[in-house]
C-alpha cells in the first residue's frame, strides 16, 4: 500500500516554481522517497530521490523536512511540458523493493 | 542508457484468448522487473515482482494463473494475459530495477490491451 499523500491537482504559471508538495508521515529510517513523472499514456519517468539530505539534479529539487515526515519536489522554472502527473513514492525497505503508487499530483502548467 | 521497451505497444484480441507482453532492459542487466497495471485515470497498481530465474511474487489480489509471468533471462521478462476478458482492458507498464545500490525503477512506454 502506497505510504504517501499528495494533493490531486496544482496549477503553475509557466516559467515560475512549481512546489509539489507529499506526506509520508509514516516512513521509516532507511526508505527513499523516489519522485516520478508520468505524461499521458506513457511509462512513468524518473526524477530525483533521497533518503535525509536535499538533493538536485538537472531536472528538479528534493526538499525533505528534518524529520522525514514530508517532501517538496520543486521544478524551478516550470515549463508546458512539465505538465503531467507527479508521484512520490516511498521504496519499501524489505526483499524486492517494490514502489507502491499514491494517487499523485496533476501538475498543469498555464501558458 | 536504462531503456526498457515493450511489445507490443498495442494490442486488441477478442475474449478468451491469451496475449503475451514482453519487457525487456536494452542497455543495463535487470535481476529484477516489475509489472503494473493502470485502469483510465488511475494510479499503477503493482501486480507482481518478477526476479531473474524465480518465480514471480504476485501482489494479494492479482491471480497468478491468469497473468503469467516469465523472467527467463536478465533483460528479457513477459507478462501473458491467460484467457482474457474485457475487464482485463488496461494499460501494463513494466519496469526494470537496475543493478546498483539505487534501486530505481526505469518504466516502460507501456502496453494498452483491449479485449473485446
Known amino acids: 500500500d502506497a505510504k504517501t499523500t499528495q494533493p490531486p491537482s496544482m496549477d503553475c504559471a509557466e516559467g515560475r516554481a512549481a512546489n509539489l508538495p507529499c506526506n509520508h508521515s509514516t516512513i521509516s529510517g532507511n526508505e527513499y522517497v523516489y519522485w516520478y513523472r508520468q505524461i499521458h499514456s506513457q511509462g512513468p519517468q524518473y526524477i530525483i530521490h533521497g533518503l535525509k539530505n536535499n538533493e538536485t539534479n538537472e531536472m528538479a529539487s528534493l526538499i525533505i523536512t528534518e524529520d522525514r515526515k514530508s517532501s517538496t519536489l520543486i521544478l524551478p522554472h516550470a515549463t508546458l511540458r512539465d505538465t503531467a502527473v507527479y508521484y512520490c513514492?516511498?521504496?519499501?525497505?524489505?526483499?524486492?523493493?517494490?514502489?507502491?503508487f499514491g494517487t499523485g499530483t496533476s501538475l498543469t502548467v498555464i501558458p | 542508457g536504462a531503456v526498457v521497451s515493450q511489445h507490443p505497444s498495442r494490442v486488441i484480441c477478442k475474449s478468451g484468448t491469451s496475449v503475451k507482453i514482453e519487457c525487456r532492459s536494452l542497455d543495463f542487466q535487470a535481476t529484477t522487473m516489475f509489472w503494473y497495471r493502470q485502469f483510465p485515470k488511475q494510479s499503477l497498481m503493482l501486480m507482481a515482482t518478477s526476479n531473474e530465474g524465480s518465480k514471480a511474487t504476485y501482489e494479494q489480489g492479482v491471480e497468478k494463473d491468469k497473468f503469467l509471468i516469465n523472467h527467463a533471462s536478465l533483460t528479457l521478462s513477459t507478462l501473458t494475459v491467460t484467457s482474457a476478458h474485457p475487464e482485463d482492458s488496461s494499460f501494463y507498464i513494466c519496469?526494470?530495477?537496475?543493478?546498483?545500490?539505487?534501486?530505481?525503477?526505469?518504466f516502460g512506454p507501456g502496453t494498452r490491451l483491449t479485449v473485446t
Open positions: 519496469s526494470a530495477r537496475g543493478t546498483g545500490e539505487q534501486y530505481e525503477q526505469y
Open positions: 513514492i516511498v521504496r519499501v525497505a524489505r526483499t524486492g523493493n517494490q514502489f507502491y
